[in-house]
């Protein structure tokens, strides 16, 4: 099946890319905040909503205006794609997915999209629209042959590094299919466990670097605004965000990778997250640990490799109940992690009890014929 794919590399770009890049990372940003703006002065005073066409239209007429001329210096095409993505942003806002579009601001992270005819690629070289030298792009993986690149994305973090993506389809087969079902539970002293009795424990990678942080947090605040010795800081504190990012999703690629490859089946319980992120002694844990970032990847990872994911009703009593008589205790405090059941006198681990539970519930499902892709429907 086909599917699209991004390739993220970092690039080092010279002192003209540099400056052209910031020139086109400053207008696009001017533009997407001048008609967000706009719409909102209009929607909320007169009751108009303006589209993306009529967005367009301003941008035309705001680029004639010798005030704004500065405009015309960089590509069209980022600043087009702009409205776009800023016509997206409203279109979720109006079917509540997102809250309200805000402003970008220049100490975030920076990001242009340029479109198939704002580039040129050719022989591993790629060359932006409005610059005379292709980048410098170190190649840590091989782009697939015969793959059109329909569009590409230039970022810069608030750490001073460049990346590029290629957008592009790509063609997946299936893996190979097996008669391994698993059922997984989530946790954050144990990051997963199995039905079979594994666990993985949670790296915990805020919490490694939660001194540090804390430290150079400490000597930014106390830094001058605007100084040289500030931005140096900023950069210090940045860093060590993009460092503790990188190991997390490290970790959560590589483990939902091999759960996809080991088995067919994996069942998952359907987790409230925004919910559980609002216990005050556990949301800083439960971000560490990345349970939805995680469940994300098992979805598109299986429907990109024909495995089936099934997820059990989030209010299943999985961890108070027996897995092997199938009675259920009135209540668990989450500090106790063994239970005997006052039925059969079997001697549970919370978490693997709650694990085969999981497993046994999908496993009732794809016997009654239920849908075993309810998630990647």
């Known amino acids: 099946m086909k599917v699209n794919k991004a390739y993220k590399f970092r690039f080092y770009p010279t002192k003209e890319q540099k400056q052209n890049l910031a020139n086109t990372f400053g207008c696009a940003r001017f533009v997407y905040n001048r008609m967000l703006a706009i719409r909102t002065d209009e929607y909320y005073n007169n009751g108009v909503k303006i589209n993306y066409d009529k967005s367009s239209e301003l941008l035309t007429e705001l680029k004639k205006e010798e005030e704004y001329k500065w405009l015309n210096e960089v590509s069209a095409v980022p600043l087009q794609q702009g409205l776009r993505n800023l016509q997206k942003a409203f279109s979720n806002f109006w079917k509540k997915l997102t809250k309200y579009p805000n402003f970008k601001k220049k100490s975030y992270d920076q990001s242009i999209t340029y479109a198939a005819n704002a580039f040129e690629f050719k022989n591993k070289e790629l060359k932006l629209a409005k610059q005379s030298e292709p980048l410098k792009i170190v190649w840590h993986r091989k782009i697939p042959k015969n793959t059109r690149i329909t569009s590409i994305s230039v970022s810069k973090d608030n750490s001073d590094r460049y990346f590029v993506s290629l957008f592009l389809e790509e063609e997946v087969n299936f893996l190979p299919t097996n008669d391994n079902i698993v059922g997984i539970d989530l946790g954050l002293e144990d990051f997963v466990v199995f039905s079979s009795g594994e666990k993985v424990k949670t790296p915990k990678i805020l919490r490694k670097y939660q001194s540090k942080l804390a430290l150079l947090q400490k000597r930014l605040a106390k830094k001058q605004k605007a100084s040289k010795r500030r931005n140096i800081a900023r950069l210090k504190v940045a860093k060590i965000h993009k460092r503790i990012a990188n190991k997390r999703s490290d970790f959560l690629h590589k483990l939902s990778t091999r759960i996809i490859r080991e088995n067919q089946t994996i069942v998952v319980e359907d987790l409230n997250i925004s919910g559980m ?47 092997e008589c199938g009675y259920i205790l009135d209540s668990l405090k989450l500090d106790v992690r063994k239970w005997i059941c006052p039925k059969c006198n079997i001697n549970h681990d919370r978490d693997i009890n709650a694990a085969k539970n999981i497993l046994t519930v999908g496993m009732t499902g794809i016997a009654r014929g239920e849908s075993v892709r309810p998630a990647c429907a």
């Open 277 to 323: 992120l609002k216990l005050k002694k556990l949301s800083k844990s439960i971000s560490d640990a990345s349970w939805s970032e995680f469940l994300r990847q098992l979805k598109y990872k299986a429907l990109w490799y024909g495995r089936n994911i099934i997820e059990i009703d989030k209010w299943f009593p999985s961890s108070k109940r027996c897995n």
